[in-house]
């Protein structure tokens, strides 16, 4: 079984910074796209930002030039640096990681959501 474990989130003014991590952990697993997921009260879960194993990144239109996806060297933690954020970021951050192990597909993994508040 791999564990996502996020942290990084909490309560800022709007114009704010905050920085997510996650935290990818098991046995004989392979990362092939990890990804921030964010869902607002009644409203979906929606896409932020993806990176895949060769780097290349996505964003939503509504975060491009503010957040920044990355990982650490390892490949195995994924980070979301938030600036400028707005009351219309506030939700709950979820981490999403794609993988495999050997030639079996992993289903989706999921953490367990991390809560963002821009507001004065």
């Known amino acids: 079984q791999v564990q996502l474990v996020e942290s990084g989130g909490g309560l800022v003014q709007p114009g704010g910074s905050l920085r997510l991590s996650c935290a990818a952990s098991?046995?004989?697993?392979?990362?092939?796209?990890m990804g921030w997921y964010r869902q607002a009260p009644g409203k979906q879960r929606e896409l932020v930002a993806t990176?895949?194993?060769?780097?290349?990144?996505n964003y939503a239109d509504s975060v491009k030039g503010r957040f920044t996806i990355s990982r650490d060297n390892a490949k195995t933690t994924a980070y979301l640096q938030m600036n400028s954020l707005k009351p219309e970021d506030t939700a709950v951050y979820y981490c999403?990681?794609?993988?495999?192990?050997?030639?079996?597909?992993?289903?989706?993994?999921w953490g367990q959501g991390t809560q963002v508040t821009a507001s004065t």
């Open positions: 999403n990681m794609k993988g495999r192990r050997g030639w079996a597909v992993l289903p989706d993994n």
């Open positions: 098991g046995s004989n697993f392979r990362i092939d796209v």
């Open positions: 990176i895949t194993n060769g780097g290349m990144t």
